[in-house]
Protein backbone atom coordinates (compact mmCIF):
# COMPACT_ATOMS: atom_id res chain seq x y z
CA UNK A 1 0.00 0.00 0.00
CA UNK A 2 2.89 2.45 0.96
CA UNK A 3 4.63 1.73 -2.29
CA UNK A 4 1.38 2.17 -4.49
CA UNK A 5 1.32 5.68 -2.71
CA UNK A 6 4.67 6.64 -3.24
CA UNK A 7 4.36 5.56 -7.22
CA UNK A 8 1.27 8.09 -7.29
CA UNK A 9 3.31 10.65 -5.45
CA UNK A 10 6.48 10.38 -7.84
CA UNK A 11 3.97 9.99 -10.86
CA UNK A 12 2.48 13.38 -9.42
CA UNK A 13 5.91 14.65 -9.21
CA UNK A 14 7.05 14.18 -13.08
CA UNK A 15 3.69 15.64 -14.14
CA UNK A 16 3.93 19.06 -12.22
CA UNK A 17 7.47 19.34 -13.35
CA UNK A 18 6.81 18.50 -16.88
CA UNK A 19 4.02 21.12 -16.97
CA UNK A 20 6.69 23.56 -15.27
CA UNK A 21 9.43 22.99 -18.31
CA UNK A 22 6.16 23.32 -20.88
CA UNK A 23 4.77 26.17 -19.59
CA UNK A 24 7.89 28.04 -18.49
CA UNK A 25 10.90 27.08 -20.72
CA UNK A 26 13.24 29.83 -18.58
CA UNK A 27 16.50 31.74 -19.99
CA UNK A 28 20.36 31.71 -19.29
CA UNK A 29 22.79 33.95 -20.61
CA UNK A 30 26.26 33.04 -19.54
CA UNK A 31 29.29 36.12 -20.66
CA UNK A 32 32.78 35.62 -20.38
CA UNK A 33 34.95 38.13 -22.27
CA UNK A 34 33.53 38.21 -25.62
CA UNK A 35 32.31 34.75 -25.13
CA UNK A 36 28.18 34.45 -24.39
CA UNK A 37 26.42 30.95 -23.79
CA UNK A 38 22.55 30.86 -24.31
CA UNK A 39 20.59 28.00 -23.03
CA UNK A 40 17.04 27.44 -21.70
CA UNK A 41 17.45 26.56 -18.03
CA UNK A 42 16.22 23.07 -18.00
CA UNK A 43 18.80 22.56 -21.37
CA UNK A 44 21.45 24.02 -18.95
CA UNK A 45 20.15 21.40 -16.00
CA UNK A 46 20.37 18.89 -18.56
CA UNK A 47 24.08 19.93 -19.77
CA UNK A 48 25.22 19.67 -16.09
CA UNK A 49 23.56 16.13 -15.64
CA UNK A 50 25.20 14.58 -18.19
CA UNK A 51 28.47 16.14 -17.52
CA UNK A 52 28.51 14.62 -13.89
CA UNK A 53 27.94 11.76 -15.32
CA UNK A 54 30.69 11.44 -17.85
CA UNK A 55 33.14 12.80 -15.02
CA UNK A 56 31.85 9.22 -12.89
CA UNK A 57 32.39 6.96 -15.48
CA UNK A 58 35.69 8.08 -16.46
CA UNK A 59 37.11 8.05 -12.87
CA UNK A 60 35.26 4.48 -12.46
CA UNK A 61 37.41 3.48 -15.96
CA UNK A 62 40.37 4.86 -14.27
CA UNK A 63 39.85 3.01 -11.28
CA UNK A 64 39.45 -0.29 -12.53
CA UNK A 65 42.57 0.33 -14.92
CA UNK A 66 44.34 1.43 -11.73
CA UNK A 67 43.17 -2.03 -9.98
CA UNK A 68 44.23 -4.30 -12.61
CA UNK A 69 47.51 -2.55 -13.38
CA UNK A 70 48.36 -3.29 -9.13
CA UNK A 71 47.43 -6.76 -9.25
CA UNK A 72 50.44 -7.19 -11.23
CA UNK A 73 52.64 -4.20 -9.66
CA UNK A 74 51.43 -2.59 -7.26
CA UNK A 75 51.65 1.12 -6.60
CA UNK A 76 49.82 2.58 -3.47
CA UNK A 77 50.67 2.16 -0.02
CA UNK A 78 47.25 0.42 0.08
CA UNK A 79 47.70 -2.00 -2.75
CA UNK A 80 50.74 -3.50 -1.42
CA UNK A 81 49.83 -4.25 1.62
CA UNK A 82 46.57 -6.17 0.59
CA UNK A 83 48.88 -7.79 -1.92
CA UNK A 84 51.20 -8.93 1.17
CA UNK A 85 47.76 -10.33 2.60
CA UNK A 86 47.03 -11.98 -0.12
CA UNK A 87 50.58 -13.81 -0.52
CA UNK A 88 50.80 -13.96 2.97
CA UNK A 89 47.32 -16.24 2.61
CA UNK A 90 48.76 -18.42 0.31
CA UNK A 91 51.80 -18.82 1.83
CA UNK A 92 50.03 -20.07 4.87
CA UNK A 93 48.12 -22.21 3.17
CA UNK A 94 51.20 -23.70 1.79
CA UNK A 95 52.87 -24.10 4.76
CA UNK A 96 49.90 -26.12 6.37
CA UNK A 97 50.19 -28.22 2.61
CA UNK A 98 54.37 -29.20 3.32
CA UNK A 99 54.89 -27.70 0.73
CA UNK A 100 57.53 -25.28 1.97
CA UNK A 101 59.60 -24.20 -0.79
CA UNK A 102 56.57 -22.24 -2.25
CA UNK A 103 55.66 -21.67 1.19
CA UNK A 104 58.65 -19.74 2.05
CA UNK A 105 58.76 -17.86 -1.30
CA UNK A 106 55.13 -16.19 -0.34
CA UNK A 107 56.11 -15.71 2.82
CA UNK A 108 59.13 -13.93 1.86
CA UNK A 109 57.59 -11.78 -0.56
CA UNK A 110 54.48 -11.09 2.11
CA UNK A 111 57.53 -9.76 4.27
CA UNK A 112 58.49 -7.11 1.87
CA UNK A 113 54.77 -5.32 1.46
CA UNK A 114 52.99 -6.43 4.75
CA UNK A 115 52.40 -4.76 7.84
CA UNK A 116 53.65 -7.34 10.11
CA UNK A 117 57.01 -8.53 8.40
CA UNK A 118 58.10 -10.24 11.97
CA UNK A 119 55.45 -12.88 11.18
CA UNK A 120 56.20 -13.19 7.82
CA UNK A 121 60.15 -13.68 8.39
CA UNK A 122 59.83 -15.76 11.33
CA UNK A 123 57.40 -18.21 9.00
CA UNK A 124 59.57 -18.05 5.92
CA UNK A 125 62.47 -19.09 8.13
CA UNK A 126 60.38 -22.44 9.25
CA UNK A 127 59.60 -23.15 5.91
CA UNK A 128 63.19 -22.98 4.75
CA UNK A 129 64.23 -25.21 8.05
CA UNK A 130 61.22 -27.51 7.05
CA UNK A 131 62.79 -27.88 3.52
CA UNK A 132 66.17 -28.57 4.76
CA UNK A 133 67.82 -25.22 3.62
CA UNK A 134 69.12 -24.40 7.06
CA UNK A 135 71.22 -21.24 5.15
CA UNK A 136 68.29 -19.76 3.84
CA UNK A 137 66.50 -20.30 7.04
CA UNK A 138 68.96 -18.37 9.12
CA UNK A 139 68.98 -15.43 6.40
CA UNK A 140 64.98 -15.15 6.90
CA UNK A 141 65.95 -14.89 10.50
CA UNK A 142 68.71 -12.23 10.08
CA UNK A 143 65.99 -10.36 8.19
CA UNK A 144 63.56 -10.14 10.95
CA UNK A 145 66.40 -9.25 13.21
CA UNK A 146 67.11 -6.13 11.02
CA UNK A 147 63.35 -5.09 10.32
CA UNK A 148 62.31 -6.00 14.09
CA UNK A 149 65.08 -4.74 16.36
CA UNK A 150 62.87 -4.99 19.40
CA UNK A 151 62.08 -8.64 18.55
CA UNK A 152 64.84 -10.60 19.81
CA UNK A 153 62.98 -12.63 22.05
CA UNK A 154 60.64 -13.43 19.30
CA UNK A 155 63.88 -14.36 17.15
CA UNK A 156 65.53 -16.08 19.68
CA UNK A 157 62.77 -18.39 20.53
CA UNK A 158 62.18 -19.30 16.86
CA UNK A 159 65.75 -19.94 16.16
CA UNK A 160 66.24 -22.54 19.56
CA UNK A 161 63.29 -23.88 18.36
CA UNK A 162 64.52 -24.59 14.78
CA UNK A 163 67.85 -25.90 16.34
CA UNK A 164 66.20 -28.30 18.36
CA UNK A 165 64.38 -29.33 15.97
CA UNK A 166 67.09 -30.58 13.79
CA UNK A 167 68.96 -31.94 17.01
CA UNK A 168 71.44 -29.02 16.86
CA UNK A 169 71.97 -29.12 20.52
CA UNK A 170 74.91 -27.32 21.22
CA UNK A 171 73.42 -24.34 19.57
CA UNK A 172 70.25 -24.96 20.80
CA UNK A 173 71.88 -24.49 24.35
CA UNK A 174 73.89 -21.35 23.30
CA UNK A 175 71.09 -19.65 21.83
CA UNK A 176 68.80 -20.46 24.91
CA UNK A 177 71.14 -19.47 27.56
CA UNK A 178 71.84 -16.07 25.71
CA UNK A 179 68.11 -15.57 25.54
CA UNK A 180 68.01 -16.49 29.87
CA UNK A 181 70.61 -13.70 30.39
CA UNK A 182 68.05 -11.20 29.23
CA UNK A 183 64.98 -12.99 30.19
CA UNK A 184 65.57 -14.60 33.74
CA UNK A 185 61.87 -15.21 33.81
CA UNK A 186 60.73 -16.18 30.54
CA UNK A 187 58.85 -19.73 31.50
CA UNK A 188 58.93 -21.17 27.99
CA UNK A 189 62.81 -20.01 27.37
CA UNK A 190 63.21 -21.78 31.35
CA UNK A 191 60.75 -25.32 29.43
CA UNK A 192 63.42 -25.33 26.48
CA UNK A 193 66.39 -25.17 28.65
CA UNK A 194 65.07 -28.36 30.44
CA UNK A 195 64.37 -30.16 27.24
CA UNK A 196 67.98 -29.37 26.26
CA UNK A 197 69.63 -30.68 28.83
CA UNK A 198 68.09 -33.83 28.92
CA UNK A 199 68.20 -34.55 25.77
CA UNK A 200 72.27 -33.97 26.06
CA UNK A 201 71.88 -35.43 29.45
CA UNK A 202 73.32 -33.14 31.19
CA UNK A 203 71.82 -34.17 34.43
CA UNK A 204 74.00 -32.02 36.24
CA UNK A 205 72.95 -28.36 34.76
CA UNK A 206 69.26 -30.34 34.80
CA UNK A 207 69.34 -30.64 38.66
CA UNK A 208 70.86 -26.97 39.12
CA UNK A 209 68.36 -25.77 37.02
CA UNK A 210 65.02 -27.87 38.61
CA UNK A 211 64.17 -25.20 41.36
CA UNK A 212 63.70 -22.57 39.04
CA UNK A 213 61.70 -24.80 36.67
CA UNK A 214 59.59 -25.47 40.28
CA UNK A 215 59.68 -21.80 41.48
CA UNK A 216 58.15 -20.51 37.93
CA UNK A 217 55.47 -23.28 37.90
CA UNK A 218 57.23 -24.16 34.26
CA UNK A 219 56.53 -27.81 35.54
CA UNK A 220 54.35 -30.04 37.47
CA UNK A 221 55.56 -31.37 40.91
CA UNK A 222 54.97 -34.95 39.71
CA UNK A 223 57.44 -33.76 36.80
CA UNK A 224 59.73 -32.28 39.22
CA UNK A 225 60.11 -35.29 41.66
CA UNK A 226 60.39 -37.60 38.55
CA UNK A 227 63.00 -35.54 36.86
CA UNK A 228 64.79 -35.17 40.51
CA UNK A 229 64.93 -38.04 40.67
CA UNK A 230 65.76 -39.22 37.37
CA UNK A 231 69.13 -36.02 37.36
CA UNK A 232 70.34 -37.88 41.26
CA UNK A 233 70.36 -41.19 39.87
CA UNK A 234 72.04 -40.67 36.66
CA UNK A 235 74.47 -38.01 38.42
CA UNK A 236 75.77 -40.44 41.08
CA UNK A 237 76.08 -43.43 38.50
CA UNK A 238 78.36 -41.01 36.56
CA UNK A 239 79.84 -40.43 40.01
CA UNK A 240 80.96 -43.80 40.28
CA UNK A 241 81.59 -44.57 37.34
CA UNK A 242 84.47 -41.76 37.05
CA UNK A 243 85.58 -42.86 40.58
CA UNK A 244 85.99 -46.08 40.80
CA UNK A 245 89.74 -46.53 39.90
CA UNK A 246 90.92 -44.45 41.86
CA UNK A 247 93.61 -45.12 43.77
CA UNK A 248 92.22 -45.11 47.70
CA UNK A 249 89.31 -45.80 49.09
CA UNK A 250 89.05 -41.66 50.40
CA UNK A 251 89.16 -41.03 46.98
CA UNK A 252 86.93 -43.15 45.70
CA UNK A 253 84.15 -41.51 48.16
CA UNK A 254 85.22 -37.63 47.67
CA UNK A 255 83.35 -37.08 44.29
CA UNK A 256 80.37 -38.48 46.15
CA UNK A 257 80.22 -36.62 49.45
CA UNK A 258 81.04 -33.21 47.13
CA UNK A 259 77.52 -34.34 45.56
CA UNK A 260 76.05 -35.02 49.01
CA UNK A 261 76.93 -32.24 50.70
CA UNK A 262 75.78 -30.04 48.01
CA UNK A 263 72.34 -30.71 48.74
CA UNK A 264 69.19 -28.71 50.59
CA UNK A 265 68.50 -30.06 53.68
CA UNK A 266 65.37 -30.31 51.91
CA UNK A 267 66.64 -33.18 49.33
CA UNK A 268 68.90 -34.58 51.83
CA UNK A 269 65.82 -35.82 53.34
CA UNK A 270 64.28 -37.36 50.25
CA UNK A 271 64.65 -41.46 51.16
CA UNK A 272 65.06 -41.53 46.74
CA UNK A 273 68.08 -39.09 46.73
CA UNK A 274 69.42 -40.61 50.62
CA UNK A 275 69.13 -44.46 48.72
CA UNK A 276 71.02 -43.02 45.88
CA UNK A 277 73.95 -41.68 48.11
CA UNK A 278 74.62 -44.73 50.50
CA UNK A 279 73.53 -46.97 47.17
CA UNK A 280 76.85 -45.10 45.67
CA UNK A 281 78.91 -45.47 48.93
CA UNK A 282 78.33 -49.40 48.62
CA UNK A 283 79.35 -49.44 44.91
CA UNK A 284 82.70 -47.79 45.59
CA UNK A 285 83.97 -49.83 48.79
CA UNK A 286 82.37 -47.28 51.44
CA UNK A 287 79.89 -50.04 52.95
CA UNK A 288 81.44 -49.00 56.69
CA UNK A 289 80.20 -45.54 55.67
CA UNK A 290 77.25 -46.37 53.94
CA UNK A 291 75.99 -48.52 57.30
CA UNK A 292 76.80 -45.68 59.40
CA UNK A 293 75.04 -43.17 57.76
CA UNK A 294 71.86 -45.40 57.36
CA UNK A 295 72.29 -45.99 60.86
CA UNK A 296 72.20 -42.38 61.44
CA UNK A 297 69.52 -41.41 59.89
CA UNK A 298 67.22 -44.35 58.83
CA UNK A 299 64.62 -43.60 61.95
CA UNK A 300 63.83 -39.62 60.35
CA UNK A 301 63.91 -41.17 56.47
CA UNK A 302 62.75 -44.50 55.91
CA UNK A 303 61.95 -46.33 53.23
CA UNK A 304 61.85 -50.02 51.74
CA UNK A 305 64.31 -49.68 49.48
CA UNK A 306 66.54 -47.90 52.24
CA UNK A 307 66.18 -50.91 54.95
CA UNK A 308 66.53 -53.21 52.15
CA UNK A 309 70.00 -51.55 51.51
CA UNK A 310 70.75 -51.67 55.36
CA UNK A 311 70.79 -55.55 55.01
CA UNK A 312 73.02 -56.22 52.28
CA UNK A 313 75.40 -53.18 53.48
CA UNK A 314 78.08 -55.12 55.51
CA UNK A 315 79.10 -52.69 58.56
CA UNK A 316 81.58 -52.85 60.74
CA UNK A 317 80.15 -54.10 63.53
CA UNK A 318 77.58 -56.15 62.40
CA UNK A 319 75.80 -57.23 66.14
CA UNK A 320 75.34 -53.43 66.33
CA UNK A 321 74.04 -53.46 63.05
CA UNK A 322 71.44 -56.34 63.92
CA UNK A 323 70.52 -54.51 67.20
CA UNK A 324 69.73 -51.42 65.70
CA UNK A 325 67.24 -53.24 63.02
CA UNK A 326 65.53 -54.52 65.67
CA UNK A 327 64.78 -51.47 67.29
CA UNK A 328 63.00 -50.43 64.32
CA UNK A 329 60.28 -53.35 64.53
CA UNK A 330 58.79 -51.85 67.52
CA UNK A 331 56.91 -49.47 65.13
CA UNK A 332 56.98 -51.30 62.62
CA UNK A 333 56.15 -55.07 63.02
CA UNK A 334 54.61 -55.67 59.64
CA UNK A 335 57.20 -54.79 57.37
CA UNK A 336 57.83 -57.36 55.03
CA UNK A 337 61.29 -55.64 54.00
CA UNK A 338 62.33 -55.11 57.49
CA UNK A 339 62.27 -58.68 58.71
CA UNK A 340 63.66 -59.90 55.31
CA UNK A 341 66.66 -57.37 56.32
CA UNK A 342 66.67 -58.67 59.90
CA UNK A 343 67.04 -62.08 58.99
CA UNK A 344 69.77 -61.11 56.64
CA UNK A 345 71.31 -59.51 59.67
CA UNK A 346 70.79 -62.35 61.87
CA UNK A 347 72.08 -64.81 59.17
CA UNK A 348 75.66 -62.92 59.11
CA UNK A 349 75.83 -62.98 63.14
CA UNK A 350 75.36 -66.77 62.22
CA UNK A 351 72.21 -66.62 64.25
CA UNK A 352 70.14 -69.47 62.30
CA UNK A 353 67.37 -70.03 64.08
CA UNK A 354 66.47 -66.29 64.48
CA UNK A 355 67.44 -65.83 61.04
CA UNK A 356 64.71 -68.04 60.06
CA UNK A 357 62.41 -66.81 62.29
CA UNK A 358 62.55 -63.58 60.69
CA UNK A 359 62.84 -64.78 57.04
CA UNK A 360 59.20 -66.81 57.55
CA UNK A 361 57.62 -64.12 59.08
CA UNK A 362 58.21 -61.96 56.30
CA UNK A 363 57.45 -64.69 53.85
CA UNK A 364 53.78 -64.64 55.99
CA UNK A 365 53.51 -61.01 55.29
CA UNK A 366 54.43 -61.09 51.70
CA UNK A 367 56.31 -63.33 49.17
CA UNK A 368 59.40 -62.63 48.29
CA UNK A 369 61.88 -64.18 45.73
CA UNK A 370 64.69 -62.81 48.01
CA UNK A 371 63.40 -64.11 50.90
CA UNK A 372 62.61 -67.87 49.27
CA UNK A 373 65.99 -67.52 48.05
CA UNK A 374 67.50 -66.76 51.78
CA UNK A 375 65.51 -69.50 53.17
CA UNK A 376 66.32 -71.67 50.52
CA UNK A 377 70.23 -71.51 51.44
CA UNK A 378 69.73 -71.12 55.51
CA UNK A 379 67.38 -74.83 55.67
CA UNK A 380 70.72 -76.00 53.01
CA UNK A 381 73.17 -74.86 55.31
CA UNK A 382 70.89 -76.90 58.34
CA UNK A 383 70.65 -79.85 55.66
CA UNK A 384 66.98 -79.83 55.44
CA UNK A 385 67.24 -80.52 51.85
CA UNK A 386 64.04 -81.31 50.84
CA UNK A 387 62.59 -78.70 52.70
CA UNK A 388 65.60 -76.37 51.16
CA UNK A 389 64.51 -77.56 47.88
CA UNK A 390 60.69 -76.42 47.87
CA UNK A 391 61.90 -73.38 49.07
CA UNK A 392 64.10 -72.76 46.47
CA UNK A 393 61.06 -74.50 43.65
CA UNK A 394 58.59 -71.73 44.81
CA UNK A 395 60.75 -68.95 43.97
CA UNK A 396 61.50 -70.01 41.21
CA UNK A 397 57.84 -70.31 40.32
CA UNK A 398 56.77 -66.55 41.83
CA UNK A 399 60.25 -65.20 39.88
CA UNK A 400 58.26 -67.05 36.61
CA UNK A 401 55.29 -65.37 37.61
CA UNK A 402 56.23 -62.14 37.36
CA UNK A 403 58.42 -62.47 34.55
CA UNK A 404 56.98 -60.54 31.36
CA UNK A 405 55.03 -63.10 29.31
CA UNK A 406 56.06 -63.18 25.97
CA UNK A 407 54.74 -64.59 22.20
CA UNK A 408 55.26 -67.95 21.03
CA UNK A 409 57.37 -68.69 18.29
CA UNK A 410 55.43 -69.35 15.09
CA UNK A 411 56.15 -72.44 13.26
CA UNK A 412 56.69 -71.96 9.62
Not at 126 to 151: F, I, M, T, V
Not at 190 to 210: F, G, S
Not at 348 to 374: C, I, P
Request: glycine residues 6%.
Amino acid sequence: MKGFALFLLLVAGSLLLANVMVSDHGYVLISFGKTTFESTFWGLLLLITIGLGLIWLILAVLRLLLDTFSFFYPMSAKARKARARKLFDQGLAEFTKGNWRRAERLLGQAAKGGESPLINYLAAARAAHEAGNYEASAKWLRQADSKAPGAEMAIGITQAQLQLSSNHLEQALATLQHLRKKYPRHGYILKMLKQVYTRLNDWHALEKLLPELRRRKVISEDEYQQLEQQSFKVLFDQTCLFARNRDSLEERLQPVDDIWTSLTRQQRKDPAIFYRYCDSLVRLGGGEKAEQTLRENLKQCYSETLIRLYGTTEGKDTKKQLLFAESLLAHRTNDAALLLTLGRLALRNELWGKAREYLEASLRLRKSVDVYNELGHLLAHLDQFETSSRYFQEGLLLAADSAPQLPSPQNT
